[in-house]
């Protein structure tokens, strides 16, 4: 099987991966534009109660997802997606966006913040059904605003 065909897992990250997860955060948008360096994204990733999943296609890592339970207001909150830059547009984001709606099954909502200048995670957020409920200007950096989206999850069966 080649890799362009192999099938996509997610699974919690290894020691390992920490490290391989923030150096793709660091050196992409929207983290470089907030101004996120690679050792603070590493310090984040490694906070207790930070789940940190990845995206496997075949042996290769391809992306990750990092969640907290009670992030935003004592809900699930989708802290981080990032993808491989040679896995986008490849359906990674949509599967990870997923897999955090099924580990969340049966909780009211799901929460996340995009920022507003990051037009590509708004799409596919938009596209699965996140709405905006807020926005925080120059919450991270000045001139931007980081806009509060959330999406209610069915009960779990």
Request: glycine share 8%; hydrophobic share 40%.
């Amino acid at each position: 099987m080649d890799l362009e065909s192999a099938e996509v897992r997610i699974e919690p990250a290894t020691a390992g991966d920490v490290e391989w997860s923030a150096q793709i955060m660091a050196s992409s948008e929207p983290w470089v534009t907030l101004r996120q360096t690679r050792q603070k994204i590493e310090t984040g990733l490694r906070r207790a109660g930070i789940e940190l999943w990845l995206a496997h296609r075949g042996p290769q890592r391809a992306g990750l997802i990092v969640l907290d339970r009670y992030g935003f207001a004592g809900s699930p909150y989708i802290k981080s997606v990032a993808v491989a830059p040679n896995e986008r547009g490849r359906g990674i984001g949509t599967r990870m966006l997923n897999f955090a709606e099924e580990h969340f099954a049966g909780e009211r909502f799901l929460f996340l913040l995009v920022s507003s200048f990051n037009a590509a995670a708004q799409r596919l957020y938009f596209r699965h059904g996140y709405e905006k409920r807020g926005e925080l200007p120059n919450y991270i950096v000045e001139g931007y605003a980081e806009w509060i989206l959330s999406k209610r999850l069915p009960p779990r069966n």
